[in-house]
């Protein structure tokens, strides 16, 4: 998600099972917790909607490991700004 007022550069990077209409819902007001929304909300800029979203990786909807993995590998990389961990998903790559 890249933040939908001109001049923001913020970026956003999740994962969701569910369907992304429903994630976006979540992002623009309906979720109290997203950093999505409260960027918006702290910031004045506008709701995000459906042009706002990138899909970048997918294929992973009954696998939740698969996509918290690829979503880890992507903050990992891509290092985006609202992106605020507040804990992290344990990983076990070697026993």
Do not use: W
Request: glycine share 4%; charged share 25%; with cysteine.
């Amino acid at each position: 998600m890249t933040c939908p007022e001109v001049l923001c550069n913020e970026v956003y990077i999740g994962e969701t099972g569910r369907r992304l209409k429903e994630r976006i819902n979540d992002h623009a007001g309906r979720d109290s917790k997203s950093h999505v929304l409260k960027h918006s909300l702290q910031c004045s800029h506008p709701s995000v909607n459906i042009d706002d979203f990138e899909i970048i990786s997918s294929n992973y909807r009954k696998n939740i490991f698969k996509r918290r993995l690829s979503e880890a590998l992507y903050i990992k990389s891509l290092r985006p700004s609202l992106n605020v961990q507040e804990q992290s998903y344990a990983l076990k790559l070697y026993n």
